[in-house]
């Protein structure tokens, strides 16, 4: 069974740290975030992945090559957006009769294997994974019968006037007769335009619902909490690297000081270096070649590789991508996110949500926000 996973957008509300790496491409703890659907496909016997690109198409085939977790990999490029199913249609050439459709922007710890039984058992066209979330007015909202037929689909409803807590969860599974709905090279969406007009026809649409984790990592705020809840066993994953006492996990040479305080849950990647004095409080990964001296105070943040970061530094609740350098007596916290190669010097305190675009140099005690 092929599988297809959409991995095409440009990832707006990630940047600075989109800005030289898709979204999808982005570590997790250390992985690529579609390393988690590879996987999913691989546990339910998925062995060949078509990969959706658009934004900086050529990245992906450098990064993931041909296989990954013995899962075959194509790249289908889209020159201009087309929509969810437009993506899907542009991949048709590779698809079979019954293939499953994953969004990258999706972590979930579904079990696709009795969603594709479930869908096979009840005939259906369409089967739809839903999760249910606390306030569905920011997402599709997908009511269904006792059996399990969708009854609607109703996009970002008003605050209270949901039916159902349950949302489309951004996995599908599709018979190759849906494609034939879908036009050639035109952008078309499936949540908007061929779901409903399913509907309409009388096509049978089955939603599934699952129980287990989920979450749309779209934002810094998500993208921080993907990294703690797969840390904390949320996700049922063990981070890469040997594991240590207290949940810290080690990659190959990466040195933590005898002097250093460190709380898990935490990942450090090859080459990490955690010098004398400085305090880690999990769940926070640090990319390879991070090196972080002394006395310095680092709390639930991220570290994409190859960052420096200097004495006397408070980090908590922040994002620095790669080679960005942090020189010294600097606070970076609430939501910041440090774009690459940025340089902050010293004396400089970074809150609120501020964002530094890559190779921006912000000088000794420029910003106090």
Not at 28 to 38: F, G, K, S, V
Request: aromatic share 6%; proline share 6%; charged share 20%.
């Amino acid at each position: 069974m092929q599988g297809v996973a959409l991995v095409g957008g440009q990832g707006t509300r990630m940047q600075p740290l989109t800005f030289r790496t898709p979204k999808p491409l982005l570590p997790l703890a250390q992985r690529p975030l579609i390393w988690h659907t590879i996987e999913r496909c691989k546990a339910a016997g998925i062995d060949h992945l078509v990969l959706s690109t658009g934004y900086m198409p050529e990245l992906f085939e450098r990064r993931l090559g041909s296989s990954c977790e013995g899962v075959r990999l194509t790249y289908v490029h889209e020159s201009e957006s087309l929509g969810t199913a437009g993506g899907v249609k542009n991949c048709e050439d590779y698809l079979g009769e019954t293939f499953v459709v994953f969004n990258g922007d999706v972590l979930t710890s579904l079990d696709i294997g009795p969603m594709i039984e479930f869908h096979q058992e009840r005939g259906a066209v369409a089967t739809i994974f839903l999760t249910e979330v606390e306030d569905p007015s920011a997402y599709g909202v997908v009511p269904t019968s006792a059996t399990g037929e969708v009854i609607d689909f109703i996009e970002k409803p008003e605050a209270g006037e949901a039916p159902t807590n349950f949302i489309n969860g951004g996995v599908y599974v599709l018979e190759r007769s849906v494609l034939d709905r879908i036009p050639t090279g035109i952008a078309c969406s499936f949540e908007r335009e061929v779901f409903p007009s399913l509907l309409q026809e009388g096509a049978p649409v089955m939603g599934y619902k699952s129980q287990c984790y989920w979450l749309d990592v779209g934002t810094p705020a998500k993208y921080l909490q993907a990294h703690e809840d797969l840390l904390s066993s949320k996700l049922h994953l063990q981070p890469p690297g040997t594991e240590r006492d207290g949940g810290i996990f080690v990659i190959g040479d990466a040195y933590i000081s005898s002097e250093a305080e460190v709380i898990g849950p935490v990942v450090l990647g090859e080459g990490a270096h955690i010098g004398a004095s400085v305090s880690i409080k999990g769940p926070v990964s640090v990319g390879p070649r991070t090196r972080i001296e002394g006395p310095t105070e680092i709390t639930r943040s991220v570290f994409l590789g190859d960052n420096v970061v200097g004495p006397g530094c408070r980090i908590e609740d922040a994002i620095l991508g790669e080679a960005s350098e942090i020189e010294g007596d600097c606070v970076i916290g609430e939501l910041a996110v440090i774009g690459a190669s940025v340089v902050i010097k010293k004396g400089n305190e970074l809150r609120r949500g501020m964002r530094i675009w890559p190779d921006i140099v912000v000088e000794e005690s420029a910003i106090r926000f």
